[in-house]
């Protein structure tokens, strides 16, 4: 599903330069359920960024699905990201001022659905993460756990091909992260290919292999005995 | 543009920001709000001053003389000064080519006229044809005195609309027999003035006429002159002021009058005062028009600086919509489109109210100098265009701004 060969990615600021990843290499099938762990500074936000297509890497190659990822203009990425991607972020992300039915339709917007079907796809994937009585509800009326499976609902509208979290239980208590993680495995158990940045060790143990980073190189890399969610919940 | 799943999609984000959108649209509503009922009442002072002066002909240069204040080559002052036909003549033939129409008057103050057991008293000016002119008189019915009546001197008589009410109620008044002070006129036509009722209590009658039957032999009481009408209106100001100003001194030098007296004879030049009112007008004006585009600029600005809030406010909701697939131009499309829907409406809306209240105030207001206010409604369009082209232009710069950021920039931006 995603090949990376060689990756190096430098941020310029003025005359320094910060070589923030230098030479990735690694591969994800699909199905496969991956934690990118690493102490901030390691380079573990940047990869997320550029398997996301949100930046680009300086050097090196990225197949996403077969597809190479190579010089990327606006519009190309924005439909690559409408196809391939779902995202899900620490701070949810959800546009405050719309339902939580309509959050989850919005990337079926842009992917030019009618109406009438992204409002049935998009109830499909709220009944999913168990929020259907919630669908007209704004974000600011749902709790943090239910922000979060809004906006996994919403990663998942456009049936992606790999869904990227970007510490999704970072701003949740122990419990709701617990019932997150639950949600993702089980997504992952469908057959999704879902790629974690955690920097906690908890819920790195609830995918099935670990990416460790550090100073921009991969310094571990295995499998793990998946620990299920359902049991702490 | 016409994508109905885009126009939802806006509809939506507007009605879900009441508050936004009501604060844009009122800045816009109001500017051209004011717009329109300043350029209206503008347009209404001018309708207003212009209607004072079609009362009679504007390019008129009226002459009457009085006592004289000062002496002059041994005269003394307190002389009564008195025109006579001979002056009119003269100054007639002198101008020919600058008038257009002249008339001398002999007038009589509440002169007894009745018809039956109806008498009133009014003015009965003795006139020439072109005094007709000189009022801007229409006829209702029949004719107005013309170069027969004064050659033959008869005894015809044109009276005013009002005068016909007061003496021949529903009577056709053409060729019955009038009498003033017990001599038999002939009416030969009714006339309308725009001057009013005060005007059309009048009667005239041929000057010739009014000499003789009054006794006054070949004394008359006033010259009447328009002066012919350049393109030009400040050459035409120009010409009935070089004539007016020669016609006083003329008169001045025939009757031994000193150039220093202003009170013997006395040129009024209704041209010269119209310019000064009309340029009067015209500054009111220019300072509506101030005073207006200031307005709109401040719409403008207002505008603007709500896009820019907008915007700012909305990074984040843009990067998560870039992360969702949106395409930058889609971005700043749906920025545009939304400042452009609330402006063009919000515009209009203020336009359709502000023309509202000139159409239903506009007629109760009663006042000479303010008339029939209006605006030109393709002027009043092109603002509200001009207004949404700004806005959109206010609009399309933090717009494309916002939309070239990484949305992974635009997330973080907490």
Same mark, same amino acid.
């Given at each position: 599903?995603?090949?990376?060969?060689?990756?190096?990615?430098?941020?310029?600021?003025?005359?320094?330069?910060?070589?923030?990843?230098?030479?990735?290499?690694?591969?994800?099938?699909?199905?496969?359920?991956?934690?990118?762990?690493?102490?901030?500074?390691?380079?573990?936000?940047?990869?997320?960024?550029?398997?996301?297509?949100?930046?680009?890497?300086?050097?090196?190659?990225?197949?996403?699905?077969?597809?190479?990822?190579?010089?990327?203009?606006?519009?190309?990425?924005?439909?690559?990201?409408?196809?391939?991607?779902?995202?899900?972020?620490?701070?949810?992300?959800?546009?405050?001022?719309?339902?939580?039915?309509?959050?989850?339709?919005?990337?079926?917007?842009?992917?030019?659905?009618?109406?009438?079907?992204?409002? +049935?796809? *998009?109830?499909?994937?709220?009944?999913? &993460?168990? /929020?259907? $009585?919630?669908?007209?509800?704004?974000? !600011?009326?749902?709790?943090?756990?239910?922000?979060?499976?809004?906006?996994?609902?919403?990663?998942?509208?456009?049936?992606?091909?790999?869904?990227?979290?970007?510490?999704?239980?970072?701003?949740?208590?122990?419990?709701?992260?617990?019932?997150?993680?639950?949600?993702?495995?089980?997504?992952?158990?469908?057959?999704?290919?879902?790629?974690?940045?955690?920097?906690?060790? +908890?819920? *790195?143990?609830?995918?099935?292999?670990? &990416?460790? /980073?550090? $100073?921009?190189?991969?310094?571990?890399? !295995?499998?793990?005995?998946?620990?299920?969610?359902?049991?702490?919940? | 543009?016409?994508?109905?799943?885009?126009?939802?999609?806006?509809?939506?984000?507007?009605?879900?920001?009441?508050?936004?959108?009501?604060?844009?649209?009122?800045?816009?509503?109001?500017?051209?709000?004011?717009?329109?009922?300043?350029?209206?009442?503008?347009?209404?002072?001018?309708?207003?001053?212009?209607?004072?002066?079609?009362?009679?002909?504007?390019?008129?240069?009226?002459?009457?003389?009085?006592?004289?204040?000062?002496?002059?080559?041994?005269?003394?002052?307190?002389?009564?000064?008195?025109?006579?036909?001979?002056?009119?003549?003269?100054?007639?033939?002198?101008?020919?080519?600058?008038?257009?129409?002249?008339?001398?008057?002999?007038?009589?103050?509440?002169?007894?006229?009745?018809?039956?057991?109806?008498?009133?008293?009014?003015?009965?000016?003795?006139?020439?044809?072109?005094?007709?002119?000189?009022?801007?008189?229409?006829?209702?019915?029949?004719?107005?005195?013309?170069?027969?009546?004064?050659?033959?001197?008869?005894?015809?008589?044109?009276?005013?609309?009002?005068?016909?009410?007061?003496?021949?109620?529903?009577?056709?008044?053409?060729?019955?027999?009038?009498?003033?002070?017990?001599?038999?006129?002939?009416?030969?036509?009714?006339?309308?003035?725009?001057?009013?009722?005060?005007?059309?209590?009048?009667?005239?009658?041929?000057?010739?006429?009014?000499?003789?039957?009054?006794?006054?032999?070949?004394?008359?009481?006033?010259?009447?002159?328009?002066?012919?009408?350049?393109?030009?209106?400040?050459?035409?100001?120009?010409?009935?002021?070089?004539?007016?100003?020669?016609?006083?001194?003329?008169?001045?030098?025939?009757?031994?009058?000193?150039?220093?007296?202003?009170?013997?004879?006395?040129?009024?030049?209704?041209?010269?005062?119209?310019?000064?009112?009309?340029?009067?007008?015209?500054?009111?004006?220019?300072?509506?028009?101030?005073?207006?585009?200031?307005?709109?600029?401040?719409?403008?600005?207002?505008?603007?600086?709500?896009?820019?809030?907008?915007?700012?406010?909305?990074?984040?909701?843009?990067?998560?919509?870039?992360?969702?697939?949106?395409?930058?131009?889609?971005?700043?499309?749906?920025?545009?489109?939304?400042?452009?829907?609330?402006?063009?409406?919000?515009?209009?809306?203020?336009?359709?109210?502000?023309?509202?209240?000139?159409?239903?105030?506009?007629?109760?207001?009663?006042?000479?100098?303010?008339?029939?206010?209006?605006?030109?409604?393709?002027?009043?369009?092109?603002?509200?265009?001009?207004?949404?082209?700004?806005?959109?232009?206010?609009?399309?710069?933090?717009?494309?701004?916002?939309?070239?950021?990484?949305?992974?920039?635009?997330?973080?931006?907490?």
């Amino acid at each position: 599903m995603i090949q990376i060969k060689d990756l190096h990615k430098s941020y310029h600021m003025g005359s320094n330069s910060l070589h923030v990843l230098k030479g990735i290499n690694f591969d994800v099938k699909e199905g496969e359920l991956v934690s990118i762990m690493g102490s901030s500074g390691s380079g573990k936000s940047t990869l997320l960024n550029i398997l996301g297509m949100l930046d680009e890497a300086d050097t090196g190659n990225y197949t996403l699905d077969n597809v190479p990822i190579k010089g990327l203009n606006e519009k190309i990425a924005a439909k690559y990201r409408n196809e391939f991607l779902g995202f899900v972020f620490q701070s949810f992300n959800l546009i405050n001022y719309k339902s939580a039915l309509d959050n989850v339709s919005m990337p079926l917007y842009y992917k030019g659905i009618k109406r009438k079907e992204r409002t +049935d796809r *998009a109830m499909h994937y709220l009944e999913k &993460v168990g /929020l259907a $009585d919630w669908s007209h509800h704004l974000p !600011s009326e749902l709790s943090g756990g239910q922000k979060q499976r809004v906006a996994i609902a919403r990663a998942l509208a456009s049936d992606p091909k790999v869904l990227l979290a970007d510490e999704p239980t970072g701003a949740l208590d122990t419990k709701t992260s617990y019932e997150v993680m639950e949600l993702i495995q089980g997504i992952n158990d469908e057959g999704k290919t879902i790629l974690v940045v955690t920097h906690e060790h +908890d819920i *790195a143990q609830m995918t099935k292999r670990i &990416v460790n /980073l550090k $100073d921009g190189i991969i310094i571990d890399d !295995s499998k793990v005995e998946q620990v299920r969610a359902s049991q702490y919940v | 543009m016409f994508d109905i799943e885009r126009w939802q999609e806006i509809f939506e984000t507007l009605s879900k920001n009441k508050l936004r959108t009501f604060l844009t649209g009122l800045s816009v509503a109001s500017g051209i709000f004011i717009l329109v009922i300043l350029l209206g009442f503008s347009k209404g002072i001018e309708n207003g001053v212009k209607s004072q002066f079609e009362r009679d002909a504007t390019n008129l240069i009226t002459v009457w003389t009085g006592v004289t204040t000062k002496g002059y080559k041994g005269l003394n002052p307190g002389r009564y000064i008195q025109m006579k036909n001979d002056n009119f003549d003269m100054i007639s033939q002198k101008y020919e080519d600058n008038i257009e129409h002249e008339t001398s008057l002999f007038s009589i103050w509440g002169a007894e006229i009745t018809y039956k057991n109806e008498t009133v008293n009014y003015q009965v000016r003795g006139a020439m044809p072109g005094h007709q002119f000189i009022e801007n008189a229409d006829m209702e019915t029949g004719r107005f005195v013309n170069q027969a009546d004064l050659d033959e001197t008869r005894k015809v008589a044109v009276i005013g609309r009002k005068l016909r009410q007061d003496l021949f109620k529903d009577e056709d008044p053409i060729n019955k027999s009038i009498s003033i002070f017990g001599m038999n006129f002939k009416v030969i036509g009714v006339f309308i003035d725009p001057g009013g009722e005060r005007e059309e209590q009048q009667a005239y009658i041929p000057i010739t006429t009014s000499q003789k039957v009054f006794g006054a032999g070949d004394n008359i009481r006033n010259m009447l002159f328009t002066v012919k009408m350049s393109d030009d209106f400040d050459e035409a100001v120009a010409l009935s002021q070089n004539m007016a100003n020669s016609v006083e001194n003329e008169i001045k030098l025939m009757h031994t009058v000193s150039p220093d007296d202003t009170s013997a004879v006395r040129v009024f030049n209704t041209l010269d005062k119209a310019k000064q009112i009309y340029s009067l007008v015209a500054t009111i004006q220019a300072v509506f028009w101030f005073v207006g585009i200031g307005t709109i600029i401040a719409g403008i600005v207002g505008v603007g600086n709500i896009m820019l809030i907008i915007v700012k406010e909305r990074t984040k909701e843009i990067g998560i919509r870039k992360a969702l697939g949106a395409l930058p131009m889609s971005i700043v499309g749906m920025i545009l489109q939304e400042a452009v829907f609330v402006t063009m409406f919000a515009g209009l809306f203020g336009l359709i109210f502000g023309l509202g209240l000139l159409e239903l105030v506009g007629p109760q207001i009663e006042s000479d100098f303010i008339k029939y206010p209006q605006v030109n409604f393709n002027i009043a369009l092109t603002t509200v265009f001009l207004l949404v082209f700004a806005g959109a232009l206010a609009g399309f710069i933090p717009a494309y701004r916002a939309a070239k950021i990484k949305p992974i920039v635009a997330l973080r931006d907490e």
